[in-house]
């Protein structure tokens, strides 16, 4: 089973005609795989070059498509993903405090396809490892975002929600209750 989300663009993003949507489907607690795809004029984004697929460093100052899953004590993991193929993965104690690396055992797969009218970026995230899933019973909350990085070197962020004001994806507004499978395989 999968479901599609559609982000919605910050109030302060520059009036460019881009759509952006997210498909998150979980074929067990641990096993994801999302589907980012950007839908409008891709030759106006800056698409970092392809990359050997390992960690790297600072991934939302360009374009990157996000995830973060936080569990009902507030405690949380923010996922970047780049177009480069480049993956980073944090653990956060509580909203926007506490934040360090955290290994995973089990990096991230990426598929990325880039096309005039249409960027799409596929993850694969295998999280049996991560101790933050295997303590929850199966409620967690999830933020989907996008950053894209504009030619002239604006940015226009998308996201589930945003509070009001500049666009935060950490801040509680952004994230969306969702219960999942009970195989804890």
């Known amino acids: 089973m999968h479901t599609t989300y559609t982000l919605k663009p910050h109030i302060d993003n520059p009036v460019d005609d881009f759509s952006a949507s997210v498909m998150v489907k979980r074929s067990t607690q641990f096993r994801w795989f999302l589907t980012y795809e950007i839908?409008?004029?891709?030759?106006?984004?800056?698409?970092?070059?392809?990359?050997?697929?390992?960690?790297?460093?600072?991934?939302?100052e360009e374009t990157c498509c996000e995830l973060f899953v936080r569990n009902p004590e507030g405690e949380y993991i923010e996922f970047n993903f780049s177009p480069s193929s480049q993956w980073s993965c944090f653990h956060f104690d509580r909203y926007r405090s506490g934040m360090r690396d955290l290994k995973l055992d089990n990096e991230p797969k990426m598929l990325i396809d880039v096309a005039p009218l249409l960027f799409r970026l596929e993850v694969s995230l295998d999280l049996v490892d991560v101790a933050s899933f295997s303590s929850q019973g199966g409620s967690l909350?999830?933020?989907?975002?996008?950053?894209?990085?504009?030619?002239?070197?604006?940015?226009?962020?998308?996201?589930?929600?945003?509070?009001?004001?500049?666009?935060?994806?950490?801040?509680?507004?952004?994230?969306?209750?969702?219960?999942?499978?009970?195989?804890?395989?």
């Not at 996008?146 to 509680?172: E, N, T, W």
């Open 39 to 60: 839908s409008g004029d891709t030759q106006s984004i800056i698409i970092p070059d392809r990359a050997e697929s390992r960690k790297g460093a600072k991934l939302w």
């Open 141 to 185: 909350f999830m933020a989907l975002s996008v950053v894209i990085k504009m030619q002239d070197q604006r940015y226009c962020h998308y996201a589930l929600g945003f509070p009001s004001g500049a666009p935060d994806f950490h801040h509680p507004v952004s994230y969306t209750h969702l219960t999942l499978p009970t195989n804890r395989e």
